[in-house]
T-cell receptor
Framework: GAVVSQHPSWVICKSGTSVKIECRSL??????MFWYRQFPKQSLMLMATSNEGSKATYEQGVEKDKFLINHASLTLSTLTVTSAHPEDSSFYIC????????????FGPGTRLTVL | QKEVEQNSGPLSVPEGAIASLNCTYSDRGSQSFFWYRQYSGKSPELIMF????GDKEDGRFTAQLNKASQYVSLLIRDSQPSDSATYLCAVNRGGSYIPTFGRGTSLIVHP
């Protein structure tokens, strides 16, 4: 299967700071990347879908000014959590796909964010 | 009604038994269905995908799709303790590539 990496794997930051998470597709070109958030013992919540070179499409209830997504190339997408607060502490996971109707997603290992 | 529903479990089966995991969905236009496995603290990994009605087998795993009844299931034969995980069902919305995930079913395989 295709490989997706994420960096960092974990991060601890102070309230009010911004955190950037990188998602890279290592051996395929991800036309579409997805960003998810997962709280303990809960399912994946899709935050946004991004296509290379265009603005991300955010799910209802996700603040686009707080969660900045950039999909600059076919192999790199970044999520920046701006002015992070303790309630933003979660497991953030990205995935990549070719963006076709039947295409499966390949998930990165996730980034665990803790905001103090 | 939730778009993708799964019994949260836990489903407990003895080692060597068949584990049966079920998922129902509400969007009749859905055409792509996926099963992912997620170990605690890890990200999901793809097990199988299915697009056509019927069964699809891959090793110990069999996915079953019934579009008329709007359900998709995953059978795990000869279950092993290493199969203990949460299994997520994902359905692509109405012919698109945008997924909706179920809450997942926790599977415990005991020796």
């Amino acid at each position: 299967g295709a490989v997706v990496s994420q960096h960092p794997s974990w991060v601890i930051c102070k309230s009010g700071t911004s955190v950037k998470i990188e998602c890279r597709s290592l051996d395929f070109q991800a036309t579409t990347m997805f960003w998810y958030r997962q709280f303990p013992k809960q399912s994946l919540m899709l935050m946004a879908t991004s296509n290379e070179g265009s603005k991300a499409t955010y799910e209802q209830g996700v603040e686009k000014d707080k969660f900045l997504i950039n999909h600059a190339s076919l192999t790199l997408s970044t999520l920046t959590v701006t002015s992070a607060h303790p309630e933003d502490s979660s497991f953030y996971i990205c995935s990549g796909s070719w963006g076709y109707r039947h295409n499966e997603q390949f998930f990165g290992p996730g980034t665990r964010l803790t905001v103090l | 009604q939730k778009e993708v529903e799964q019994n949260s479990g836990p489903l407990s089966v003895p080692e060597g038994a068949i584990a049966s995991l079920n998922c129902t969905y509400s969007d009749r236009g859905s055409q792509s269905f996926f099963w992912y496995r997620q170990y605690s603290g890890k990200s999901p990994e793809l097990i199988m995908f299915i697009y056509s009605n019927g069964d699809k087998e891959d090793g110990r795993f069999t996915a079953q799709l019934n579009k008329a009844s709007q359900y998709v299931s995953l059978l795990i034969r000869d279950s092993q303790p290493s199969d203990s995980a949460t299994y997520l069902c994902a359905v692509n919305r109405g012919g698109s590539y945008i997924p909706t995930f179920g809450r997942g079913t926790s599977l415990i395989v005991h020796p």
